[in-house]
């Protein structure tokens, strides 16, 4: 049965999956061609990090959206049909469920892998001063756990509120932007501190996006 | 009407009246200019220029200096501190009084009997003043002879004052010692500010030789790192040949002829001989900062406890001609090698991975996919 899913999860989010992982494959080395068009001369412990710098953030957004386009494509495919498919087949809904969420995990995989390849290549290509090291494992772990964090958030909206998902999940940033506006104009700027810092700081749930996500570093 | 805005108030009428009666003698005296000399005349408007001057200055004291005349004092354990807030309600009041409470025990217990020299003027002032109206605040710390300002987000909060008040007598412990001015000291006496991680990454990707090979380990560096800045032979003291190029691109350079800017342009292009060539020329810009040096500052502290404080604090004729290093490896009372390797150790430690990283963020971060994975599994709603 599960075979069944993922190859359903496959071929509904096939396209996403290959864009999301070229991106994913070729960021590092665009990143850093951005800064220092080239790679082949030496460069000092400044420049490297420099030349990572923006790595980090913009692959937690790439995490981000795997997780965002895992969930939507599948969900979209089975509600053009009305969920005929999730519906007729001979399982309980909650075992349906955990079906779909293990191959949409399953499949962050893809993004992942294609990540560590690129981390590697530009890896090869930069020569790191001796008063630093590379993390390729940290980071593509990381990238692996923001997206796995980020398809859990997704699916779970999703597949609680249905297709009304859109609009709760509008509505709740906007709620969170409004509030910590209202605060913040009010005086308690340290309450929006507090619950921000409880959300970014471990064990927070947001922690994984919050933590270091350099790829060269002391 | 408080005191001041009495005297900013006569002041202001003052002014206007003599500004009035300049205007009203040339206007009004028969013949009006014509009946002068162009030369009494001039002499006339010179004098009304000094005296408008004065009355500026005058007036500029009152704003500047003669402000912060309390409104309220607190005499704590032998310690003045004068404090006033413009627009504070009465809680405000007392979450000031709170913080300067907490602040001064806070000191008493970091500086021991050093305290009072270390608060060395007749009385410390606060100054609290709000915004707008919503809530934001400046906190004004003055010791009589500068002042530090601390803008909040908030309205203000006990530990605010506190802060300031150890903050202040942190810049006070530098600034009273010849050898400690190149370094900060505003964190010194505060254990809430950790600036030890930020030290070690900034001389592990330092741009000087020297900065990095005390990041790799090597502690005749970190001693270089730590010792004053002496700019003059920064070149050969804290560089090598191959950060010649980033000294070149960041340093500041007096050489106007052609001839440095040409070399300089090759330099820049990479050609290393060419670096080589200008870079005595060049004044770098100090590479480590006076954060870097306040942590042997704030590590001495820690090693001493308050009879280090107390050692600073205290002035004997010897320690003139002690280098900041000395000075302060024997403020903590140990020697100058064990100073800088203990240094070393608890700078760098501060990379090691903190809570949060490696095997508990796997953790968490699973649990709470987990989590959510459970609740989406509790209803179906198409």
């Known amino acids: 049965m599960f075979g069944q899913i993922l190859y359903t999860q496959v071929k509904w989010s096939r396209a996403a999956v290959a864009v999301l992982s070229a991106i994913a494959f070729v960021l590092p080395a665009l990143l850093w061609r951005a800064v220092h068009q080239g790679w082949m001369r030496e460069y000092s412990a400044l420049e490297v990090m420099r030349g990572f710098a923006v790595l980090g953030p913009a692959l937690g957004v790439v995490a981000f959206f795997v997780g965002f386009i895992l969930v939507a494509q599948a969900w979209a495919a089975d509600a053009a049909t009305r969920h005929v498919y999730a519906l007729s087949l001979p399982i309980p809904w909650a075992r349906y469920v955990a079906l779909r969420y293990g191959a949409g995990a399953l499949l962050l995989l893809v993004p992942t892998i294609a990540l560590w390849l690129g981390v590697m290549l530009i890896l090869s290509l930069v020569t790191i001063p001796e008063s630093l090291n590379a993390y390729p494992g940290t980071v593509t772990l990381r990238f692996l756990l923001a997206a796995l964090f980020s398809y859990s958030v997704m699916f779970a909206l999703q597949y609680l509120s249905g297709k009304r998902a859109a609009y709760i999940l509008l509505t709740a940033l906007v709620g969170v932007f409004a509030f910590s506006l209202v605060l913040g104009l009010a005086g308690y700027g340290e309450v929006v501190d507090a619950v921000t810092g409880a959300l970014l700081r471990w064990p927070g749930p947001l922690a994984v996006f919050a933590s270091d996500w350099m790829l060269v570093d002391v | ?382």
């Open chain 2, 1 to 382: 009407m408080s005191e001041p805005r009495l005297a900013i108030a006569g002041l202001a009428i003052a002014r206007g009246a003599l500004a009035l009666g300049v205007a009203a003698t040339l206007a009004l005296s028969p013949g009006g200019a014509a009946a002068q000399s162009s030369l009494e005349l001039r002499a006339r408007a010179d004098s009304a220029q000094r005296r408008a001057t004065l009355l500026r200055e005058a007036y500029r004291r009152v704003i500047e200096q003669d402000a912060p005349i309390a409104d309220r004092t607190l005499s704590l354990d032998g310690v003045t501190l004068r404090y006033r807030g413009m627009d504070l309600g009465s809680a405000d009041s007392v979450r000031v009084v709170e913080g300067v409470t907490r602040g001064l025990a806070r000191l008493r217990a970091g500086t021991g009997a050093a305290l009072p020299a270390l608060l060395d003027t007749a009385a410390w002032s606060l100054d609290v003043r709000r915004r707008g109206p919503f809530g934001s605040s400046d906190l004004y710390v003055r010791d009589g002879r500068t002042n530090w300002r601390h803008t909040l987000k908030h309205p203000i909060q006990a530990t605010d004052v506190e802060a300031g008040l150890l903050t202040r007598a942190g810049d006070r412990l530098v600034e009273r010692t010849e050898q400690l001015r190149d370094r900060m000291g505003w964190f010194a006496l505060r254990p809430d500010v950790a600036p030890w991680g930020e030290v070690a990454r900034r001389l592990a990707t330092n741009w000087s030789a020297a900065g990095r090979a005390c990041a790799a380990g090597a502690l005749a560096s970190c001693r270089l790192v730590l010792e004053r800045y002496r700019p003059k032979e920064a070149v050969t003291r804290y560089f090598e040949p191959r950060d010649y190029r980033d000294v070149v691109v960041s340093g500041a350079s007096s050489a106007t002829d052609s001839l440095f800017f040409a070399s300089k342009a090759r330099c820049v292009a990479g050609a290393d001989s060419a670096c080589a060539r200008i870079v005595r020329d060049i004044t770098p810009a100090d590479p480590f900062g006076g954060a870097v040096r306040g942590t042997l500052l704030a590590h001495a502290i820690e090693l001493g406890g308050d009879a280090a404080v107390a050692r600073l604090v205290e002035r004997r004729p010897a320690d003139a001609d002690l280098e900041a290093i000395s000075l302060l490896a024997d403020a903590a009372g140990v020697s100058e090698d064990s100073l800088i390797a203990s240094w070393h150790r608890r700078t760098f430690a501060a990379l090691e991975p903190a809570s949060g990283a490696g095997v508990p963020l796997i953790l968490s971060t699973v649990a709470w996919s987990g989590l959510l994975f459970v609740a989406s599994r509790r209803r179906r709603y198409l």
